[in-house]
């Protein structure tokens, strides 16, 4: 994760430029189609990367295993009578769109290892992409505020639960970048995100690719 290498890299920032755009295009669309036109009214129903993409995000992204893109503002008064269940949904559009980058990368990759037309540098780009993906989508379903996972949580979890994850929304950022900066400062020897991410990522790869 740590010693990148040039097709590594070339896979990731391919993989990270369609992944955060279409991660952010997902929830700008899908707040429209509820009846949010902040996204439009905001520029962000493109798929213009220039939208979407955080310069600074990117680069972290792309060094560092980790980074983001611009939110997409919402309005979710908008969403009335449905405030909470249009905010999971909008929520969900995100991780769901790099699930299924990763799917169609991953299920090319199966297709051309079976007629085996594919040398190891395309490989291992591919391979990239659709990892990174499949990253993105569970790494953003962690309930941890800002990710999307943490307002999926509050709005599908019991009052007494959600209220508490509310209460507590600041001390969940702190948590996130403590264990992000952990496993960069350790360059993963200690990464708890990575050994809580890596089982289902693993399971996931091996599902698609028929291994």
Not at 170 to 179: G, H
């Amino acid at each position: 994760m740590y010693n990148v290498s040039l097709e590594t890299l070339l896979g990731r920032a391919i993989g990270l430029l369609i992944g955060f755009t279409l991660h952010e295009f997902a929830h700008a669309w899908t707040a429209d189609r509820l009846g949010d036109r902040t996204p439009y009214n905001q520029g962000r129903l493109t798929l213009d990367p220039r939208a979407h993409i955080d310069p600074i995000g990117i680069a972290l992204a792309l060094l560092a295993g980790f980074g983001w893109a611009k939110p997409v503002p919402i309005n979710p008064r908008a969403f009335y009578p449905n405030e909470t269940r249009g905010l999971v949904l909008v929520s969900l559009a995100g991780p769901v769109m790099n699930l299924l980058i990763g799917i169609v990368v991953g299920l090319v990759l199966r297709a051309t290892l079976a007629a085996d037309s594919l040398n190891n540098f395309t490989y291992n780009v591919l391979y990239t992409i659709m990892l990174f993906n499949l990253v993105l989508f569970l790494f953003n379903l962690l309930p941890f505020s800002p990710l999307d996972g943490y307002k999926i949580a509050v709005g599908v979890l019991p009052w007494r639960y959600s209220n508490d994850l509310v209460r507590y929304e600041r001390e969940t950022t702190f948590a996130l970048l403590l264990l992000l900066m952990v496993g960069v400062i350790t360059r993963g020897r200690l990464d708890v995100l990575w050994a809580i991410l890596g089982p289902p990522l693993t399971a996931l790869r091996n599902l698609i690719l028929g291994w």
